[in-house]
C-alpha cells in the first residue's frame, strides 16, 4: 500500500469513528485494549465518556429548567466540538502508531499530511525510539488541549455565548463540573473541573486524572468498569452502582442529532505557541473516593435552587 492509500485508509478510518460521543468513546477503548502501552487512549476514552455525561445531563429537569433551549445547545454545542476536534486531531495518530507497529518501522512522516503538530513528529519518533509510555500520554494531553484552544476555546462564538456567560460562571465558581472515573462499585475518584478556559489548568488536569487514572488502587477498578460497562452517554452508565437516587439522564443517542462539523486547515499551534515548561511536568495525586459525596453534594444544592425556582414561578403564576 502506498503512501496516498495509506493517508486516504486514516482519514476514513476516523471519519468512520468520529460520528458521535459514543462512537469516539469506543474507539478510543477499542484502540487501548489493542495497544495498552498507549496509555493516554484510555484516559482519552475516560474523559470523553465524562463529555457525553455532561451533554445528556443538559436534559435533567434543573438545567432544563435554570437554562434556556439556547444556552443548552450552546453547551452541548461546546462539548461535542472540542470531542469531535480533539479526535479528529488524535485518532488518526493513534492509526499511525498502529500502522507502524504493524510494518514494524516508523510511519510518523505521515503525519504533516494530518496536520498533526510538529510538537507530536519529535514526540512519537522519540517513543518509538524510547518506549516512554508516560512522556508519551503527557505529549497528547498538551497536544490535544492547544488543538482545542483556538478553534474552541477561543473561538468568538464560543467565548461570547459561553463562557462569558452565566450559566459557565455560575458553574465554575460553584465546581459543579468534575471529570468521574467510575467504577462498578459505590467508590468514584475523579477531579473536579475549574477555569477551564486556562490551557495550564486544563493540561494540569489532564495529568491530575491520568494519575488517578492509573494509580494502583484505582486502575484495575476502572479498567474493569471500562471494559464491561457499554457507554450510552447516561450517567446511569455508573449511577445504578452508587446507591443513590438520582435522575435517570437519557440515553445520548435518543436525545441528540448527529452533527455534521466543518473541518477547518489546523495551524500548527506549536509554531505559534511553543510549550511552557510547566505543562511537562509530572503531577501526582492521590486517589480520594469523597469526590462521590463532594460531586453529588453540589448537584443536591443544584436541585434545591430547582425546586426552590419552581415554587417561586409557581406562586408568580397565582398572582
Not at 465518556?49 to 451533554?55: F, K, Q, S, T, V
Not at 511537562?280 to 453540589?298: A, E, L, M, V, W
Request: charged share 25%; aromatic share 16%.
Amino acid at each position: 500500500m502506498g503512501k496516498h492509500n495509506y493517508i486516504h485508509y486514516i482519514i476514513s478510518e476516523t471519519k468512520g469513528h468520529n460520528f458521535d460521543n459514543v462512537s469516539r468513546t469506543k474507539a478510543y477503548q477499542n484502540f487501548y485494549s489493542a495497544f495498552p502501552e498507549i496509555k493516554w487512549a484510555l484516559l482519552a476514552g475516560v474523559v470523553s465518556r465524562n463529555a457525553g455525561w455532561n451533554m445528556t445531563d443538559l436534559a435533567l429537569p434543573p438545567f432544563r429548567k435554570i437554562l434556556s433551549d439556547n444556552q443548552r445547545k450552546r453547551l452541548f454545542m461546546t462539548y461535542e466540538r472540542a470531542n469531535w476536534l480533539i479526535f479528529s486531531d488524535a485518532y488518526p495518530q493513534l492509526l499511525i502508531y498502529k500502522l507502524s507497529t504493524h510494518l514494524n518501522k516508523p510511519m510518523f512522516h505521515l503525519l504533516p499530511r494530518l496536520y498533526v503538530s510538529r510538537f507530536m513528529r519529535k514526540e512519537w519518533a522519540y517513543f518509538w525510539k524510547h518506549g516512554d509510555r508516560e512522556r508519551l500520554m503527557t505529549s497528547l494531553i498538551i497536544n490535544e488541549q492547544n488543538v482545542i484552544h483556538d478553534p474552541v476555546i477561543k473561538q468568538d462564538f464560543f467565548k461570547n455565548r459561553v463562557f462569558l456567560r452565566p450559566p459557565y460562571l455560575l458553574q465554575d465558581i460553584l465546581l459543579l463540573n468534575a471529570t468521574i472515573i467510575p467504577t462498578k462499585s459505590s467508590t468514584l475518584y475523579g477531579a473536579f473541573v475549574h477555569d477551564f478556559t486556562n490551557i495550564s489548568k486544563r493540561i494540569a488536569l489532564g495529568k491530575t486524572i491520568a494519575s488517578i487514572l492509573f494509580h494502583p488502587t484505582v486502575y484495575d477498578d476502572a479498567y474493569k468498569f471500562v471494559r464491561t460497562v457499554e457507554h450510552t452517554g447516561s450517567r446511569q452508565d455508573y449511577e445504578r452502582f452508587l446507591g443513590l437516587q438520582t435522575d435517570k439522564a437519557p440515553w445520548l443517542r435518543t436525545i441528540y442529532p448527529v452533527i455534521t462539523h466543518q473541518d477547518i486547515i489546523r495551524n500548527d499551534w506549536y509554531k505559534r505557541r511553543g510549550i511552557k515548561r510547566k505543562w511537562t511536568d509530572n503531577i501526582f495525586q492521590n486517589p480520594d473516593p469523597s469526590i462521590k459525596d463532594t460531586f453529588y453534594g453540589r448537584r443536591k444544592m443544584l436541585y434545591g435552587y430547582y425546586h426552590l425556582k419552581n415554587i417561586f414561578t409557581r406562586k408568580k403564576d397565582l398572582f
